[in-house]
């Protein structure tokens, strides 16, 4: 085959090419018209259901849960198409409705915050414009009696575990033909915290300075150092989702500038304005922590 030295793209006025690796080590080259490139799928009104779940409780714009009918997992519909577009995919230009936040001023820049926008997470992306949203996991991911992982109520959650076992894992929660699941993105844990404002469950104070409602969860009821159940205090929901702050601290696919990755949020002995759901905390990928566990988003092909 021939090589050249250059390889060049023409396209008409309006057209706009966007350049990203695959999954497979293959380059990727869209053409995107410039008009719709950015514009959001109003199909967030109209939850897709996926093969083998089944709708239980909710609407759209107040938690529209589905249930895995096989093993009852439950996750809960996030529509991306209604927030605001202040979110960054970039780092730099926040104008997209999917994507992180700065909630924390000064610390998101200063610090190197990142997430390459390829792979799952641009599969994701183009997921939620055509669906309008995605699904996220309902309580955070826990470990059945046959040790597999699961999101559902009243088991203790999945702790003491390092990003490398979290992302692993949470990958192996669904992988059809028509839906795959994987460690939740920065990108989607501040669209999950942009709509909490939106539908009013939970101001931007609440968020980014003071979620002492949230995040002090010291269990009373038998000691200092034992975790909750997941879902075991309805004060502690929004929007169907459960102990998203609290409880447990989250690993995400988020990083620092450095190999750390990111936690998010706090967990039950934290004060809210020490640790509120948008804060993120660097740590070596490879570390166990008893306190930090993890959710898992799903992805529609």
Excluded at 46 to 71: A, L, M, Q, T
Excluded at 164 to 177: H, L, M, N, R, V
Excluded at 186 to 193: K, M, P
Excluded at 250 to 269: A, K
């Amino acid at each position: 085959m021939k090589r050249y030295e250059k390889f060049v793209l023409e396209a008409e006025k309006g057209i706009n090419f966007e350049v990203s690796e695959g999954t497979s080590g293959e380059l990727i080259i869209r053409a995107l018209n410039i008009a719709t490139a950015n514009v959001d799928s109003t199909n967030y009104v109209n939850p897709p259901i996926p093969e083998g779940y089944k709708h239980v409780y909710g609407e759209w714009n107040n938690g529209f849960v589905i249930e895995r009918c096989s093993d009852g997992n439950q996750f809960v519909w996030i529509p991306v198409g209604s927030l605001d577009s202040n979110g960054t995919l970039d780092g730099k230009h926040f104008s997209e409705k999917f994507g992180r936040r700065n909630y924390t001023n000064d610390e998101f820049s200063a610090d190197g915050f990142n997430e390459a926008l390829n792979g799952e997470l641009l599969e994701q992306l183009e997921s939620v414009k055509k669906y309008g949203g995605f699904y996220i996991s309902r309580y955070d991911i826990s470990k059945s009696s046959a040790e597999k992982p699961q999101s559902v109520k009243g088991v203790m959650p999945w702790g003491n575990i390092n990003f490398y076992d979290a992302k692993k894992i949470a990958s192996t929660i669904e992988d059809s033909e028509a839906v795959k699941s994987h460690l939740t993105f920065g990108a989607e844990y501040d669209s999950v915290l942009e709509w909490f404002i939106k539908t009013g469950v939970r101001t931007l104070v609440e968020i980014a300075e003071d979620s002492t409602e949230w995040g002090n969860h010291w269990n009373t009821e038998n000691s200092p150092l034992q975790l909750f159940k997941t879902g075991s205090r309805e004060e502690w929901c929004a929007n169907n989702i459960y102990d998203f702050a609290g409880n447990v601290s989250e690993w995400t696919q988020e990083q620092n500038e450095s190999l750390f990755r990111v936690i998010r949020g706090g967990y039950y002995s934290n004060f809210g304005y020490s640790f509120p759901v948008a804060h993120r905390c660097r740590s070596a990928p490879g570390e166990n922590y008893y306190i930090t566990g993890f959710r898992a988003t799903l992805y529609i092909k």
